[in-house]
């Protein structure tokens, strides 16, 4: 065997070797690549699962989400048509809020005219509460002179009771130097003759006799309300028709009823009937005398 | 003519078995090299001379 033999031998020996240990060393350190795929298409199978049963609760979530709009959106509807309800609500509060505030400003008004009124009235009062006063004091004195009259006045009557008695006295007296003087007389053939007094007799006070005379107004029938026993004619105050004034209507020569007047306006008047025989009509005859 | 190719001629005989361990061994290692990429072919991908799909 040559030398060149044996050299190659031993490198070939060693480079098989080394080879070889270069070849398991990296058989030993590669990886198991079918484990791998096992591996990863056991947990992609996992995830595929994981997939499906997350895309079921999904589609499940979506349904639930999708029975949870619907219902959301009918309550929205519903409070939609309740705020709808609520602000017509609301509009006819302030409307009414309006009205009771115009109606307060009218009682206010109408309360400061009661207050201003009452004012009026109250100083009135005070001015009449100090007449009353003055009136009571002024009676209280002419109760005094009233008195003092009385007792002047009763002291008169005691002087002419007196003196009537007196007159009586008088009276009997000359009645019986009358027949004294008579008896005196009579067998001379004669015979006292009746003597006038020298002061003339007092007559008593009367009264002035009052001459009246008709008015003498007559007009028509213009208004009836029977309903309030109502009637309205056609003088007024330029004719003369006061207040208080009674005007008898007739129809031809029937007597219907009376009218007394109870408002004046200038050229018509306005009066209750009273003494109702037949209801009155527009066009019947009033006048204050018949 | 050398007494060593004169051995060749007639049956082969190793006159140094020195290198033939050697070389055994060198061949030895190879298919035990072999071996081990077969086994690990085989249990790794399921086939030792087909690429796996």
């Given amino acids: 065997m040559s030398t060149l033999t044996k050299i190659l031998i031993i ?39 994981k997939v499906d049963a997350l895309t079921k609760q999904i589609n499940k979530n ?21 705020t709808a309800e609520l602000e017509s609500k609301l509009e006819d509060a302030e409307r009414e809020k309006a009205i009771l505030l115009q109606k307060v400003d009218s009682w206010t008004s109408i309360t400061r005219d009661f ?14 509460l100090a007449e009353l006063n ?9 109760k005094k002179e009233l008195d003092e009259t009385t007792t002047a006045l009763v002291e008169k009557m005691a002087i002419i009771e007196t003196l009537e008695s007196k007159t ?58 029977l309903k309030n026993s109502l009637a309205g004619i056609s003088l007024g105050a330029a004719d003369g028709v006061k207040e208080g004034m009674r005007f008898h209507v007739s129809r031809g020569d ?4 009376d009218i007394l007047i109870i408002d004046v306006d200038s050229k018509k008047s306005v009066g209750v009937l009273e003494l109702v025989q037949q209801n009155p009509q527009i066009g019947d005859n009033v006048a204050t005398n018949l | ?26 061949f030895g290692v190879v298919l ?8 690990k072919c085989y249990f790794q991908y399921g086939t030792i001379f087909k690429i796996p799909q």
């Fill in chain 2, 1 to 26: 003519m050398s007494p060593e190719g004169q051995k060749r001629i007639g049956k082969a005989l190793a006159f140094n078995n020195l290198y033939t361990v050697i070389l055994a061994l060198a």
């Fill in chain 1, 115 to 128: 207050y201003e009124t009452n004012d009026k009235q109250g100083q009135l009062l005070k001015n009449t």
């Fill in chain 1, 254 to 257: 029937e007597f219907l009823c």
């Fill in chain 1, 62 to 82: 979506i349904s639930e989400k999708q029975q949870v709009e619907d219902k959301l959106n009918e309550k929205i509807a519903s409070l939609k048509a309740k």
């Fill in chain 1, 11 to 49: 490198l070939l020996t060693v480079s098989s070797i080394f080879l070889c240990g270069v070849v398991v060393t990296y058989v030993g350190n590669a990886d198991n690549y079918r484990q791998k795929y096992n591996s990863i298409r056991n947990e992609r199978d996992s995830l595929d699962k």
């Fill in chain 1, 134 to 142: 003055k009136v009571q004091a002024e009676q209280i004195k002419q």
């Fill in chain 1, 168 to 225: 009586k006295r008088l009276l009997e007296e000359k009645s019986e130097l009358q027949s004294r003087l008579d008896k005196m007389l009579r067998p001379f053939g004669k015979a006292t003759a009746e003597t006038a007094p020298v002061t003339p007799p007092i007559d008593t006070v009367r009264p002035a006799a009052t001459e009246t005379k008709g008015i003498g107004l007559q007009g028509l029938v213009t208004e009836v309300d």
């Fill in chain 2, 32 to 39: 035990a090299t072999a071996a081990l990429v077969a086994y």
